[in-house]
């Protein structure tokens, strides 16, 4: 079993900025990927960032310069800084991890709840 809880969205104002936390417990023994999608009102999903285990990050163009994701292994929890906030940043975001129970088992994928962003004035 394992339970993910999403924090820190928000309302800002364009300019702004907001940390998204998405800590992960259970009986896990590793977590691989971890990352974060956003979905808008009548848009589909869209990746925003990931982050491997070793730290190899990959970022969405829209967000790449103005986002940072990272991680903190021993907390199993995965971090977006914000900057820089745009409106059309606001969506709602979740955090993903693919999670290892064993040390030879395959990852499966969960996804936290979400948390609101919005950007407006």
């Known amino acids: 079993q394992v339970q993910f809880v999403e924090s820190g969205g928000g309302l800002v104002q364009p300019g702004g900025s907001l940390r998204l936390s998405c800590a992960a417990s259970g009986s896990i023994f590793s977590i691989d990927v971890m990352g974060w999608y956003r979905q808008a009102p009548g848009k589909q999903r869209e990746l925003v960032a990931t982050?491997?285990?070793?730290?190899?990050?990959n970022y969405a163009d829209s967000v790449r310069g103005r986002f940072t994701i990272s991680r903190d292994n021993a907390k199993n929890t995965v971090y977006l800084q914000m900057n820089s906030l745009k409106s059309e940043d606001t969506a709602a975001y979740y955090c993903?991890?693919?999670?290892?129970?064993?040390?030879?088992?395959?990852?499966?994928?969960?996804w936290g709840q979400g948390t609101q962003v919005t950007v407006s004035s």
């Open positions: 993903n991890a693919d999670v290892r129970y064993t040390p030879r088992s395959p990852t499966y994928r969960f």
């Open positions: 982050i491997t285990s070793g730290g190899t990050t």
